[in-house]
C-alpha cells in the first residue's frame, strides 16, 4: 500500500494534520514514536482529580487558536494574570512596590514588542538578544528576564529579539483548568494512530518515500514530520545517503528546543485558604508571585490556583533542564525548598501530591519547546519549509507568529497538509 501522506508524530501538529487529512479524504497513516498522544499537550490528575498539565496549559492566540472553538461546558477556564506579587527579604512586598514591579513589566513588555517588530522586519544577522535589546531600560529588569527564562525556554541572552517566543501578542492568556492537553484531544476526535512506533529513517531516494520503522517499512507519496528540533538534532531519524540539505541542518541548528517545566504542589484541602493568602490579596490565578533571587535559580509561583490548593512553580532554561536531568525528586525537592521560604515549612509538610514536567529527559521529546538563536533570523521560516515538495516540516518550532503554542502546532499541522492536498488537485 502506499499512502497519500505519512504523518511523523501525535502531538498537535500531527493531530492538526491528520484530522485535516480526514476531512480532505486523503490516504493518510499518522504515527507516534511513544506510547500516547499528545506530545507536550498532556493532562494528568492530581490528588482528589485536580488537572494538572504537564505542558501547554493557556489558551492563546485569541481567533488564530482553533481550540477556543471547542470550548464547552466541560471546559474550564480560569482569569487572565492581571498583576504579579513581589516576594523579597523574607516577605512580600507592600503593594506600591508590586505596583511599580507591574508597571516596569508593562513597560518592558511595550519595548520588546516593539523591538520585536523592528528586528522582525528587518531580518538582520545582527539581531540583538533580548537582553541586549532590553538591558538599562528600566528598574526590576532582571526580573522581568527570569521570567522570560520560562517564557521562552531559555536565557534572553541566547534568545533573538525577533523570535515571536515570550510575547503575548492579544493579552489573553487564559489558563485551562480543566486542562489543555483534554482540550486538544477532543478537538482531534477518533483518530487512527499508531502508537509505539518510531522512525528510524525516511528515504526520499525513490519514486515512494520509505519510512522505515521498528514495527515495518510503510510506502507513501508524502510525509509531514512533526518532531521537535532536539529529536533532529539528535539524529534519531536518518534521511537516506543524502541526508537533509544544508538549509534544513541550519534552520534546525538555529531553533533549538529549550527547556521550560513546572512543578505542580497540591497540598490538604484547605491548608492555603488557613494560611490566608486569598483573603490578604496575595494568592489566586490572578497573580504571578515573583521571587528576589540571588543565584542562578528562577521560578515564578501561581499560589492557591485550581480547587485552591495547588501551587505551581514555573522554571526555564539551563536551570530547569539542570533540574530536570536530576530527576523528579530533585525538581520536587527544589520547588518545596522555594515555596517553604514564602509559606513556611509547616504548610510544605500538608503537601499530599506532586507531578514535574518530564520532557527534557525523554527521547522523544527532548525539551519544552523552541527558541530562536540568534543569528539565525529566518531559521523558523527555513524550518517550515517542504524537501522537494516530498518531505513537510509541522510543529511549535515552526508555526510563525504562534511559535511555541499548541494552537501554533496544530495549525502547522494543518498548512502541511493544505500544501500536499493542493499537490494532488
Given at each position: 500500500?502506499?499512502?497519500?501522506?505519512?504523518?511523523?508524530?501525535?502531538?498537535?501538529?500531527?493531530?492538526?494534520?491528520?484530522?485535516?487529512?480526514?476531512?480532505?479524504?486523503?490516504?493518510?497513516?499518522?504515527?507516534?514514536?511513544?506510547?500516547?498522544?499528545?506530545?507536550?499537550?498532556?493532562?494528568?490528575?492530581?490528588?482528589?482529580?485536580?488537572?494538572?498539565?504537564?505542558?501547554?496549559?493557556?489558551?492563546?492566540?485569541?481567533?488564530?487558536?482553533?481550540?477556543?472553538?471547542?470550548?464547552?461546558?466541560?471546559?474550564?477556564?480560569?482569569?487572565?494574570?492581571?498583576?504579579?506579587?513581589?516576594?523579597?527579604?523574607?516577605?512580600?512586598?507592600?503593594?506600591?512596590?508590586?505596583?511599580?514591579?507591574?508597571?516596569?513589566?508593562?513597560?518592558?513588555?511595550?519595548?520588546?514588542?516593539?523591538?520585536?517588530?523592528?528586528?522582525?522586519?528587518?531580518?538582520?544577522?545582527?539581531?540583538?538578544?533580548?537582553?541586549?535589546?532590553?538591558?538599562?531600560?528600566?528598574?526590576?529588569?532582571?526580573?522581568?528576564?527570569?521570567?522570560?527564562?520560562?517564557?521562552?525556554?531559555?536565557?534572553?541572552?541566547?534568545?533573538?529579539?525577533?523570535?515571536?517566543?515570550?510575547?503575548?501578542?492579544?493579552?489573553?492568556?487564559?489558563?485551562?483548568?480543566?486542562?489543555?492537553?483534554?482540550?486538544?484531544?477532543?478537538?482531534?476526535?477518533?483518530?487512527?494512530?499508531?502508537?509505539d512506533c518510531p522512525v528510524t529513517k525516511i528515504d526520499l531516494g525513490g519514486?515512494?518515500?520509505?519510512?522505515?520503522?521498528?514495527?515495518?517499512?510503510?510506502?507513501?507519496?508524502?510525509?509531514?514530520?512533526?518532531?521537535?528540533?532536539?529529536?533532529?538534532?539528535?539524529?534519531?531519524?536518518?534521511?537516506?545517503?543524502?541526508?537533509?540539505?544544508?538549509?534544513?541542518?541550519?534552520?534546525?541548528?538555529?531553533?533549538?528546543?529549550?527547556?521550560?517545566?513546572?512543578?505542580?504542589?497540591?497540598?490538604?484541602?484547605?491548608?492555603?485558604?488557613?494560611?490566608?493568602?486569598?483573603?490578604?490579596?496575595?494568592?489566586?490565578?490572578?497573580?504571578?508571585?515573583?521571587?528576589?533571587?540571588?543565584?542562578?535559580?528562577?521560578?515564578?509561583?501561581h499560589l492557591a490556583t485550581g480547587d485552591g490548593d495547588l501551587c505551581t512553580?514555573?522554571?526555564?532554561?539551563?536551570?530547569?533542564?539542570?533540574?530536570?536531568?536530576?530527576?523528579?525528586?530533585?525538581?520536587?525537592?527544589?520547588?518545596?525548598?522555594?515555596?517553604?521560604?514564602?509559606?513556611?515549612?509547616?504548610?510544605?509538610?500538608?503537601?499530599?501530591?506532586?507531578?514535574?514536567?518530564?520532557?527534557?529527559?525523554?527521547?522523544?521529546?527532548?525539551?519544552?519547546?523552541?527558541?530562536?538563536?540568534?543569528?539565525?533570523?529566518?531559521?523558523?521560516?527555513?524550518?517550515?519549509?517542504?524537501?522537494?515538495?516530498?518531505?513537510?516540516?509541522?510543529?511549535?518550532?515552526?508555526?510563525?507568529?504562534?511559535?511555541?503554542?499548541?494552537?501554533?502546532?496544530?495549525?502547522?499541522?494543518?498548512?502541511?497538509?493544505?500544501?500536499?492536498?493542493?499537490?494532488?488537485?
Amino acid at each position: 500500500m502506499v499512502y497519500d501522506v505519512v504523518i511523523v508524530g501525535a502531538g498537535a501538529a500531527g493531530l492538526g494534520a491528520a484530522s485535516h487529512a480526514r476531512s480532505l479524504g486523503l490516504n493518510y497513516k499518522l504515527i507516534e514514536a511513544g506510547s500516547r498522544i499528545g506530545g507536550r499537550a498532556v493532562t494528568i490528575d492530581l490528588a482528589s482529580g485536580q488537572p494538572f498539565d504537564l505542558g501547554c496549559h493557556w489558551l492563546q492566540g485569541g481567533t488564530r487558536n482553533p481550540f477556543q472553538a471547542c470550548v464547552d461546558t466541560q471546559t474550564q477556564l480560569g482569569p487572565l494574570v492581571r498583576n504579579h506579587v513581589l516576594w523579597r527579604d523574607g516577605s512580600f512586598a507592600h503593594e506600591a512596590l508590586s505596583k511599580a514591579l507591574d508597571d516596569a513589566f508593562d513597560a518592558l513588555s511595550a519595548l520588546h514588542l516593539s523591538h520585536h517588530r523592528r528586528w522582525a522586519k528587518a531580518g538582520s544577522n545582527d539581531e540583538p538578544s533580548i537582553r541586549n535589546a532590553l538591558s538599562n531600560e528600566h528598574d526590576f529588569e532582571n526580573h522581568y528576564f527570569r521570567l522570560l527564562t520560562h517564557e521562552c525556554a531559555a536565557e534572553p541572552e541566547r534568545v533573538s529579539i525577533s523570535d515571536p517566543a515570550g510575547i503575548n501578542f492579544d493579552s489573553a492568556d487564559i489558563p485551562v483548568l480543566s486542562g489543555y492537553g483534554r482540550l486538544i484531544e477532543r478537538a482531534a476526535g477518533v483518530l487512527d494512530v499508531t502508537l509505539d512506533c518510531p522512525v528510524t529513517k525516511i528515504d526520499l531516494g525513490g519514486a515512494d518515500i520509505l519510512v522505515e520503522t521498528q514495527n515495518g517499512t510503510l510506502r507513501t507519496r508524502h510525509v509531514i514530520l512533526t518532531v521537535s528540533t532536539a529529536v533532529l538534532a539528535m539524529e534519531h531519524i536518518s534521511f537516506g545517503r543524502a541526508g537533509l540539505p544544508n538549509w534544513k541542518l541550519s534552520a534546525i541548528e538555529g531553533v533549538p528546543t529549550g527547556s521550560s517545566t513546572k512543578v505542580g504542589l497540591q497540598f490538604e484541602t484547605g491548608t492555603l485558604a488557613r494560611l490566608g493568602l486569598a483573603q490578604n490579596g496575595l494568592a489566586g490565578a490572578e497573580q504571578l508571585v515573583i521571587v528576589n533571587r540571588n543565584d542562578l535559580s528562577n521560578g515564578s509561583w501561581h499560589l492557591a490556583t485550581g480547587d485552591g490548593d495547588l501551587c505551581t512553580c514555573y522554571i526555564g532554561g539551563a536551570f530547569s533542564r539542570e533540574l530536570a536531568i536530576a530527576g523528579k525528586a530533585a525538581q520536587v525537592a527544589w520547588a518545596k525548598d522555594d515555596l517553604a521560604k514564602i509559606l513556611g515549612s509547616d504548610a510544605v509538610d500538608a503537601v499530599i501530591a506532586t507531578e514535574t514536567t518530564p520532557f527534557d529527559t525523554m527521547e522523544t521529546l527532548g525539551g519544552g519547546y523552541s527558541y530562536l538563536r540568534v543569528g539565525y533570523p529566518d531559521a523558523r521560516n527555513a524550518l517550515e519549509k517542504p524537501v522537494e515538495d516530498r518531505l513537510f516540516f509541522a510543529g511549535e518550532a515552526c508555526a510563525g507568529v504562534d511559535a511555541t503554542t499548541a494552537h501554533g502546532a496544530w495549525n502547522s499541522g494543518l498548512r502541511a497538509m493544505d500544501q500536499i492536498h493542493l499537490l494532488y488537485r
